[in-house]
């Protein structure tokens, strides 16, 4: 008997397809168009009108990123929260944009800084504002900080406004800096996992957590070392901006009872009394201080203002009709992972694709390379660092600008570059190399299951499933010292250095941009427009643009982002979770993110574990 179906049901099977594809095709176009009708009305919207003596909101949220990380563009707007979301990113590239707009700008006379959920930073990233900050008060202008609690990210960047402002029942928070970790060898024993570390460095304390319950004394060391150089940074410019002593800033705790007892336990108080904050006020009296220093709105109901978000949109720059020379910039932040990676990580294809686009475009004359990056896959870092090279070759300089973090792996693909610029408190460095993988055959073994089998050698016998041979151990080892020797002899041949001089400063040690600048790791002291302008200088070229090289989105793409941007204004502030969940989920993704990161093809990684400060 025929296993096909009768001709009469084919025939029904064909009409049914065809009335069911006319259907979706029908719906689709009714549903795109409702969404097009929706975008025509709002982009029919009046344009945002600025007031002559107007304030910038400065409204900083989430976490301020060289770079964002992909997101799905509907679950983007879904999470929207009017330019507040505290899970959100802000690019760094665009706050220096808009303050550096509103310097040349004679509608904005002050700039109120917010940062009420402002998530994270880095001192560095905040320095490079705080730069931007200044030329704006060296303009004539004015610069204002307000909020119900400082804390202590968010009090570095408040303390470059002239006069900072304190909810009269609110707090500023000064403790200084801690590096702690989880340590997972005493639960890793007890689920009978073998886990197996190779590395070089003795203060290559990557994999410290798989195989101690405590911080190794070296590692100790250099964190202690580290966390001064960093903290040193941020005490010397508090205390500039302040003009206090730098004692003031985080009290003993014995001393901070004392100050606290008199003022009768009164934070806000305690704040004014250390010169931590200037002013005093609750939300209507902070409002009716800025009409008296602005003026008050057209409504009347409050001082004249336009949101950061307004603000980017009037004055964001259009695409240039003709393509003038320029320096390109690609932007490297996050893990160093292998294959293509989307925006936010590194990927070892998707990464030199992008530099390899920049060796072709006939108007890029040079490239400045902003890394913010910890590392991770050695080939994937390579594979990188090789694409620097050929872009060197095509007569093209690279300038490296080290962001919060170039380390291990960062450091691995800035190596090679004609210029390497770090910030003071950039953490560079961590020149070694490990490797590590688990096997299983314990946690097997007490469920009563056991492998055993032949193979044509040991290589072919190695399984997560079977003890690891001593053999094989060994080779493994092998690879991981070349590794660390072609590391340091990179390092040396780049920076003109012996291998003696890299090794005393290598070993896995994490340094701060400062030191990094002193040991010879990096040339200079700069942030990305030292970068742009020295390529500039090294091209050979005067006048020139800046070009953002990125991953290209498709038509489809952009079409469903521009749409949906237009609309996001519109929506509901998303809810959010209670900041208790956030920092416990935080905790967790911070290991999940570890676990993920190893995935390279021969399991060496240059990666520092120091680096999350």
């Given amino acids: 008997m025929s296993a096909k179906p009768s001709l009469i049901k084919r025939i029904f099977s064909l009409i049914w397809k065809t009335i069911n594809g006319i259907r979706k095709v029908i719906l ?45 563009p509907i679950e983007a707007v879904f999470k929207q929260s009017k330019g507040n979301d505290p899970e959100g990113e802000m690019l760094l590239s665009d706050i220096i944009y ?22 994270s930073a880095g001192i560095s990233k905040m320095t490079t504002i705080g730069d931007a900050l200044n ?26 406004a002239d006069t900072i402002y304190l909810n009269n029942k609110g707090a500023v928070s000064l403790e200084g800096l801690s590096s702690y970790r989880l340590f997972y060898k005493s639960a890793l024993e007890k689920l009978n996992v073998s886990t197996h570390v190779f590395r070089v460095g003795t203060f290559k304390s990557a994999v410290e957590p798989f195989i101690r319950d405590d911080m190794s004394a070296p590692a100790k060391e250099a964190s202690q070392a580290l966390l ?41 108080q305690l704040a004014i009394k250390l010169n931590w904050v ?58 160093i992972l292998n294959g293509t990676q989307q925006a936010g990580q590194i990927g070892g294809e998707s990464t030199s694709a992008l530099l390899r686009k920049a060796r072709f475009d006939e108007k890029v004359k040079a490239v400045v390379l902003r890394i913010d990056s910890p590392g991770g896959s050695a080939f994937a870092s390579e594979k990188i660092r090789q694409e620097v090279i050929a872009l060197k070759q095509a007569g093209k300089p690279v300038v490296v600008s080290m962001g919060s973090l170039a380390a291990s792996g960062g450091y691995w693909i800035s190596a090679s570059a004609d210029y390497i610029y770090a910030t003071p408190t950039t953490l560079t460095g961590s020149i070694g190399i490990f490797g590590m993988f688990a096997t299983f055959e314990n946690v097997l073994s ?44 990179l390092v040396a041949k780049e920076r003109n250095m012996s291998l003696d001089q890299v090794d005393r400063i290598a070993q896995g040690r994490v340094w701060s941009g400062t030191r990094a600048v002193e040991l010879g790791l990096v040339d200079a002291i700069g942030d990305m427009d030292s970068a742009i302008a020295k390529a500039a200088e090294m091209a050979q070229i005067e006048v020139f643009d800046t070009k953002v090289i990125e991953q290209e989105l498709t038509a489809e793409q952009e079409f469903v982002q521009q749409m949906l941007a237009s609309v996001a204004t519109y929506l509901p502030e998303a809810s959010s979770q209670s900041p208790v969940l956030n920092q416990m989920l935080g905790e967790w993704q911070t290991v999940v993110d570890e676990f993920s990161m190893f995935d390279d093809p021969k399991g060496m990684y240059l990666y520092c574990e120091n680096c999350n400060l």
Avoid: C
């Fill in 28 to 72: 689709n176009l009714i549903f795109f168009g409702l969404i097009a009708i929706i975008v025509v009305a709002l982009s029919a919207e009046e344009e945002i009108v600025i007031e002559n003596q107007s304030a910038l909101m400065l409204n900083l949220a989430g976490t301020i990123v060289d770079q964002k990380r992909h997101v799905d």
């Fill in 98 to 119: 808009v303050i550096d707009s509103a310097i040349q700008d004679p509608r904005i006379n002050t700039i109120v800084i917010n940062m009420q959920h402002l998530r």
């Fill in 135 to 160: 030329k704006f008060k060296q303009a004539g202008k004015s610069v204002v900080a307000f909020g119900n609690y400082y804390e202590q990210n968010q009090y570095f960047l408040a303390s470059y």
């Fill in 228 to 268: 001064g150089d960093i903290w040193q940074s941020y005490e010397s410019i508090v205390a500039t901006n302040r003009n206090i002593a730098p004692d003031n800033i985080v009290l003993s705790p014995n001393r901070y009872l004392t100050e606290l007892d008199s003022v009768s336990g009164d934070s806000a």
């Fill in 278 to 335: 200037d002013e005093l006020a609750s939300d209507e009296s902070f409002r009716l201080a800025m009409v008296e220093k602005v003026g008050a709105d057209s409504d009347g109901d409050n001082f004249k203002q336009v949101s950061f978000t307004e603000y980017y949109n009037a004055v964001k720059p259009l695409p240039a009709l003709i393509e003038k020379d320029s320096v390109g910039i690609i932007v490297a932040k996050g893990n």
């Fill in 446 to 489: 007490n469920w009563g299951i056991h492998s055993d089998g032949v193979s044509t050698s040991d290589w072919a016998g190695i399984s997560a499933t079977r003890a690891l041979d001593p053999n094989v151990a060994a080779v493994v080892q092998r690879h991981i010292e070349h590794g660390y020797q072609e590391f340091i002899s």
